[in-house]
């Protein structure tokens, strides 16, 4: 696989049900991942996309969660970091999902590029 276009993390961290914090994993994550899955075959977008499993994307309140990310081909190493965050902000996060939110997420912004604002966190 080349480059791809966007990675996708899909939270799926497991904390105990009792454990104040939360987690993805009991607010359903792994059919949210499942989701991503079929929604990315059923447009043909594995040699664009990326899916990934991770740990806790340090949005537990807003459970289930998923961050979308776009690599840059160039990153400019030889600049601060700070302006480097500024120019490579290209991370968005997306929480209270559900599996029916999944298509609509996908076709707009993997495929049209428009972040969905609805789920935003
Ligand atoms: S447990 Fe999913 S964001 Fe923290």
């Known amino acids: 696989m080349n480059s791809p276009k966007y990675r996708v993390f899909v939270c799926t961290k497991q904390r ?3 454990d104040p914090e939360g987690s993805c994993h009991h607010c359903g994550a792994t059919e949210i991942y499942q989701a991503f899955q079929d929604a990315i075959a059923e447009r ?7 899916l990934r499993c991770s740990g806790c994307l340090d949005r537990c309140e807003a459970g289930a969660v998923a961050m979308v990310f776009q ?15 500024k120019l490579t902000a290209n991370k968005v996060w997306y929480g209270r999902l559900s599996p029916a939110d999944i298509p609509k997420l996908v076709e707009s912004h993997l495929v049209n590029g428009k972040p969905l604002k609805q789920h935003q966190v």
């Open 16 to 18: 105990h049900p009792n």
């Open 44 to 50: 043909q977008l594995e040699n664009q996309v990326e």
């Open 71 to 85: 690599p840059k081909r160039y990153e400019p190493s030889w600049l601060p970091s700070k302006i480097q965050k």
